[in-house]
């Protein structure tokens, strides 16, 4: 039994000890007018604060405020997100701010790693260059002190300028998407993602083909420095390339994890996907912090390179609802980067992730919970349009579903 | 005198209402005197300006007018609030037979009367928030009771039909007592201890807390109600959710001097019915 089933019996209990505060409040309640007024978030400050006092613990008033809430059909807008709600989101400041620094930290440390890495590389290449200068005499026979004054200047120009160059190489061993052959390399798996996908039949959704190829090759690149195995590979790499005489095969080598790379870009795994979605769907009221914007550009900056950098404002303020989605009871499945992924698993995309068909009593639990999960599997694809976002463009799409379910994220095929 | 806003404003408001209803026939004495009657709690002159600028008065205008039996105002209600009523309750009612039971209930409650001392529910309406908004309000309100009326004639049936006056224990809840040595010792320390964990946290968390894991409502509405996308509603509900158990941990550690392995045997054993259903879930 893991951690995970504990959470649902902490669930169960928390559930019975918000049902044991949620009495009858009797004749306090508030009347229709200040709920609609609330609901509209029409009251003030402390008119508000007094409604949710009293209905965090009656039941009648929290039954009533959950239908008129099922009820309400104002289709949710991004300016929803941003205007008139600031009063709202007070509480919830500080976890925001909490989330802030995290992304701070998770950016320090990763520069941290990455000025590490370059320290351990740019070394054994700076004792070449000083080694250099001793043959230099040897070939160089000019006896006038002036000229060997001014050569031994310009050897240390040049010197420089070479060690320069060779830190530059060692800092990017990769070639980085602003490079000609990284650039063809995206544009033909973008081409390829582009044959592959199936034509939509409604107005195509355009941005989760090119996010798809970009967030995929982020992820590819993140997953190829986190997995140990492929660390390990890669520091092989690197070791070839400062020894020298071993520089073909370390090509080979980098050429390999290259391929791998484009392999995980051509076909995102499911982690890749939502790991992906999670970043998208960074909620806007973040993206409205300057300092949450410097945040998210440093992370997108440490996982992407300099050429990503330009694109991230505008690529971080896509937020998930412009992706095609279907409403499957409680749960708002998107489609993204070829799967349809449930907003839900955006609670802990780490969270570890199991092949459905490698846990039938799971996804039978699922199909339960979710009757339209088994109907769409049924035909196989995802068609017709659902939820807010209109899945129009997604008629037809065959799609795999990773749903998020108790603390797991289930792929169902 | 009445205590109300200034009057200039509020002659100023009447005046935007009967250009907006010309032909409704509501005295501007009737309408100051709703008006005094809603911002009178206040108790400055500038809170009750205040109130009374914040009001919607055009559909409170409307309202009042309904509810004194104006036929033009009804008239208008019809065209243009009443298609809201019939969606709400088509919304909140499954099958179609009911959702038409339930509107015409509303429709018989918020019509103008025909005889004085039964008022119409639209006199309730104080233009606190949009007419729309109200009406959503009241439909769910007429729902839940429908939905309670409906209950207690279905629990009587099934009495009279068993001939008891209690429904006997299924074999599943005796099971499931039986099954609860641990839950009784650990069950009031758990209730008490998360008790207390709730009354910290703030009246906003609790209520979200509640509507989603008492109500079963869903994180899109959740979201929409307080202005933020469904992802971020699940993320402060998670946030929420940790916090507490965080915290219950904590005391329980504290308190009952438990170990790490002792909270996991503690919550494998809380809820045994819970557990059950994930352990199929989780097929392990």
């Given at each position: 039994m893991n951690h995970k089933s504990h959470d649902s019996a902490f669930d169960?209990?928390?559930?019975?000890?918000?049902?044991?505060?949620?009495?009858?409040?009797?004749?306090?309640?508030?009347?229709?007018?200040?709920?609609?007024?609330?609901?509209?978030?029409?009251?003030?400050q402390a008119a508000a604060a007094a409604v949710e006092e009293h209905a965090a613990k009656c039941a009648s008033c929290q039954r009533l405020i959950a239908l008129a809430l099922e009820l309400d059909e104002t289709p949710v807008s991004a300016a929803d997100f941003s205007v008139g709600q600031s009063g709202r989101r007070e509480l919830f400041r500080f976890s925001f701010s909490l989330s802030a620094l995290a992304l701070a930290l998770v950016a320090a440390g990763i520069g941290v790693v990455l000025v590490r890495g370059l320290k351990q590389r740019a070394a054994p290449a700076d004792v070449a260059q000083l080694e250099a200068p001793k043959a230099a005499p040897a070939e160089s026979s000019a006896p006038a002190i002036a000229e060997e004054k001014a050569g031994a200047k310009l050897s240390r120009v040049e010197a420089d300028e070479k060690r320069s160059t060779s830190r530059f190489d060692q800092v990017r061993p990769a070639a980085r998407p602003d490079e000609p052959g990284r650039r063809k390399e995206v544009e033909g798996f973008r081409a390829r993602a582009e044959r592959e996908a199936p034509a939509p039949a409604a107005p195509p959704p355009a941005p989760p083909v090119s996010k798809a190829a970009d967030s995929a090759i982020v992820t590819a690149d993140k997953i190829a420095r986190d997995e140990p195995s492929k660390k390990k590979e890669n520091e092989a790499a690197q070791a070839q390339t400062v020894t020298g005489p071993q520089l073909k095969g370390a090509t080979t080598a980098a050429g390999g994890l290259e391929e791998r790379k484009l392999v995980k870009s051509a076909a995102p795994t499911p982690r890749d996907a939502v790991?992906?979605?999670?970043?998208?769907?960074?909620?806007?009221?973040?993206?409205?912090?300057n300092a949450t914007q410097e945040n998210l550009r440093l992370r997108q900056k440490s996982e992407r390179g300099p050429a990503a950098v330009q694109n991230a404002a505008s690529q971080s303020q896509a937020n998930s609802e412009q992706l095609p989605s279907r409403v499957l009871g409680d749960r708002t499945l998107y489609l993204y980067m070829g799967y349809w992924i449930d907003a839900q698993a955006t609670v802990n995309p780490e969270a570890e992730i199991v092949e459905g068909s490698q846990a039938p009593i799971a996804v039978e639990e699922i199909h339960k919970a979710l009757p339209a999960v088994k109907d769409l599997r049924a035909f196989g694809a995802v068609a017709g349009a659902g939820g807010a976002g209109g899945a129009a463009g997604a008629k037809g799409v065959a799609g795999t579903m990773l749903v998020y379910w108790g603390g797991k994220i289930y792929v169902i095929r | 005198m009445i205590p109300g806003p200034a009057l200039p404003d509020v002659h100023a408001a009447f005046e935007r209402c009967q250009h907006r209803y010309p032909t409704v026939?509501?005295?501007?004495?009737?309408?100051?005197?709703?008006?005094?009657?809603?911002?009178?709690?206040?108790?400055?002159?500038?809170?009750?300006?205040?109130?009374?600028?914040?009001?919607n008065h055009e559909e409170l205008f409307l309202a009042l007018a309904c509810s004194l039996g104006d036929r033009i105002a009804w008239e208008h209600f019809v065209d243009d609030y009443l298609p809201l009523v019939r969606r709400f309750a088509e919304r909140a009612c499954r099958a179609s037979a009911e959702a038409e039971d339930l509107a015409q209930d509303l429709v018989a409650a918020l019509i103008p009367p025909a005889a004085p001392g039964k008022p119409s529910r639209l006199a309730g309406y104080n233009g606190g928030g949009s007419l729309g908004a109200w009406l959503r309000v009241t439909v769910a309100r007429a729902a839940i009771d429908r939905f309670r009326r409906d209950r207690r004639q279905i629990s009587l049936e099934v009495m009279e039909e068993q001939g008891s006056e209690l429904p006997a224990p299924s074999a599943d809840s005796a099971r499931e007592r039986a099954g609860e040595p641990l839950d009784a010792r650990w069950g009031p320390v758990l209730s008490k201890l998360l008790e207390e964990e709730l009354r910290l946290l703030p009246a906003r968390d609790r209520l979200i807390l509640a509507l989603y894991y008492l109500r079963g409502v869903r994180l899109e509405a959740i979201g929409r109600q307080f202005g933020v996308h469904e992802a971020t509603a699940s993320?402060?509900?998670?946030?929420?959710?940790?916090?507490?158990?965080?915290?219950?941990?904590?005391?329980?550690?504290?308190?009952?001097?438990?170990?790490?392995?002792?909270?996991?045997?503690?919550?494998?054993?809380?809820?045994?019915?819970?557990?059950?259903?994930?352990?199929?879930?989780?097929?392990?």
């Open positions: 169960a209990a928390l559930g019975r000890a918000l049902a044991a505060r949620s009495g009858s409040a009797g004749r306090d309640c508030p009347d229709e007018s200040r709920v609609a007024a609330y609901l509209e978030g029409r009251l003030e790991r992906a979605f999670a970043l998208l769907a960074v909620p806007k009221q973040q993206l409205n912090s | 026939q509501l005295t501007f004495e009737a309408f100051l005197a709703r008006v005094s009657e809603i911002v009178g709690g206040e108790q400055t002159e500038s809170g009750r300006r205040q109130a009374f600028s914040r009001l993320r402060w509900i998670e946030a929420a959710r940790k916090r507490v158990r965080k915290r219950v941990e904590a005391a329980l550690r504290r308190r009952h001097g438990l170990r790490a392995r002792d909270l996991q045997s503690l919550w494998r054993q809380v809820s045994d019915k819970d557990l059950r259903a994930l352990g199929k879930a989780l097929a392990e």
